[in-house]
């Protein structure tokens, strides 16, 4: 495993233990070189996934990928990193239980603003303001009025 702070491909595993969930196992590494501290999971995959983005260009399901727009949605917010492991786990789940291995950027968007929804209020309209592409207050309004929640922001008439 290659040491995310200096390169090096030489580091060791020091601890090794399933995660809550039992869906992955959770590793402690040491690189040999610069002795930076890190840590990784192992997870089985089911098939190798394909996303459909809305251009029609067809990539590769990264899970890392959906793990940044995940953890950038809750940036700051007290979530545990074990909750939201199992929240990104069951997401990639749904995605792999569907039955195609072609799957749409929607589909994706969809499953992670319900798990978002389950974790933090903040971070699913976080989410939900990128993955709907707002683009003014009015969006925000409309779409908390939508979930049937008090935005707190006034209206215009008001």
């Given at each position: 495993m290659r040491c995310p702070f200096c390169g090096h491909d030489d580091t060791q595993v020091k601890d090794s233990r399933p995660t809550e969930d039992s869906s992955a196992i959770r590793r402690r590494r040491i690189c040999n070189a610069c002795g930076g501290r890190f840590t990784t999971f192992e997870r089985v995959q089911l098939r190798e996934l394909v996303v459909v983005k809305k251009s029609g260009r067809k990539v590769p399901f990264d899970r890392e990928k959906l793990s940044r727009s995940v953890y950038t949605a809750l940036r700051k917010r007290a979530?545990?990193?074990?909750?939201?492991?199992?929240?990104?786990?069951?997401?990639?789940?749904?995605?792999?239980?569907?039955?195609?291995?072609?799957?749409?950027?929607?589909?994706?968007?969809?499953?992670?603003?319900?798990?978002?929804?389950?974790l933090d209020d903040v971070a699913f309209v976080r989410f939900a303001s990128v993955y709907k592409n707002f683009s003014a207050a009015d969006d925000f309004r409309s779409f908390l009025t939508e979930l049937g929640h008090d935005s707190g922001v006034p209206d215009a008439d008001d």
């Amino acid at each position: 495993m290659r040491c995310p702070f200096c390169g090096h491909d030489d580091t060791q595993v020091k601890d090794s233990r399933p995660t809550e969930d039992s869906s992955a196992i959770r590793r402690r590494r040491i690189c040999n070189a610069c002795g930076g501290r890190f840590t990784t999971f192992e997870r089985v995959q089911l098939r190798e996934l394909v996303v459909v983005k809305k251009s029609g260009r067809k990539v590769p399901f990264d899970r890392e990928k959906l793990s940044r727009s995940v953890y950038t949605a809750l940036r700051k917010r007290a979530v545990e990193p074990e909750r939201v492991e199992r929240m990104i786990s069951g997401v990639v789940r749904q995605l792999e239980s569907l039955g195609d291995i072609e799957i749409t950027s929607d589909q994706i968007g969809e499953f992670v603003m319900e798990g978002l929804k389950g974790l933090d209020d903040v971070a699913f309209v976080r989410f939900a303001s990128v993955y709907k592409n707002f683009s003014a207050a009015d969006d925000f309004r409309s779409f908390l009025t939508e979930l049937g929640h008090d935005s707190g922001v006034p209206d215009a008439d008001d």
